[in-house]
């Protein structure tokens, strides 16, 4: 069954470092997503990508973040600065239509901790 | 914004028993989804609502829209230890690709 799969599993850097979040969406699909999990808490949205841009974003989504899908395959998450509060489970996710008629596949996500 | 709450936070329930979450939101609700997070994983896709009143079944799993579309439901009949983990509920408007999850419910099963 194709997978959404993420890399790393886990990473833990400094405050101020930069991170890359890589994602490989499963490969028909046409719509990406950036979600993140604070841990114990809900799941929330931080970017959707379609047609080699950003469709959407929220608030969390500040000048720190970008989003990237640099060849056919891998889609990438980029937080410049890491803060403390970027802690967090972020996961991958992809959907072959719009959300409105179709699930979401997420991928196992990408543990971070900044210390 | 829209908040999307569910209750209970947790349960824990004796296998066998039965199990509700409820999802009540702030706004209409355009479509529902429900989805699985078991603990240490990722959330896994269940099911989609999009009708007023629809009800729908998984197996054990019955899922309701309500009238109002402003809530949602999911039951689970006689639980088994494999239906540990979160379930969430989640809402997309019509024009927006965002997904608001609730804030889930962590059901805790007994043997």
């Known amino acids: 069954e194709p997978e959404v799969t993420q890399t790393p599993s886990h990473q833990v850097t400094q405050m101020g470092q930069e991170v890359i979040l890589r994602c490989v969406p499963i490969?028909?699909?046409?719509?990406f997503y950036w979600y993140r999990q604070i841990l114990g808490q809900k799941v929330e949205f931080l970017v959707s990508?379609?047609?080699?841009?950003?469709?959407?974003k929220s608030e969390i989504f500040d000048d720190q973040f970008s989003v990237e899908r640099p060849d056919g395959s891998n889609f990438t998450l980029k937080i410049r600065s890491t803060k403390l509060e970027d802690s967090a489970m972020y996961f991958c996710a992809s959907s072959e239509d719009r959300v409105y008629t179709g699930e979401l596949f997420f991928g196992e996500g990408s543990r971070l901790t900044v210390l | 914004g829209q908040q999307v709450m569910q209750i209970p936070q947790y349960q824990h329930v004796q296998e066998g028993e039965d199990f509700t979450t409820y999802c009540n939101s702030s706004?209409?609700?355009?479509?529902i989804q429900w989805y699985k997070q078991r603990p240490g994983g990722h959330p896994v896709f269940l099911i989609q609502l999009v009708k007023s009143g629809e009800v729908k079944k998984q197996k054990r799993l019955t899922f309701q829209f309500g009238e109002a579309k402003k809530n949602s439901s999911l039951h689970i009949t006689a639980t088994q230890t494999t239906d540990v983990g979160t379930y969430f509920c989640a809402d997309r408007s019509y024009n927006t690709d965002k997904l608001i999850f609730g804030t889930g419910t962590r059901l805790q099963v007994f043997p």
């Open positions: 706004t209409t609700l355009s479509n």
């Open positions: 990508f379609y047609n080699n841009e950003i469709s959407e």
């Open positions: 490969s028909n699909h046409l719509y």
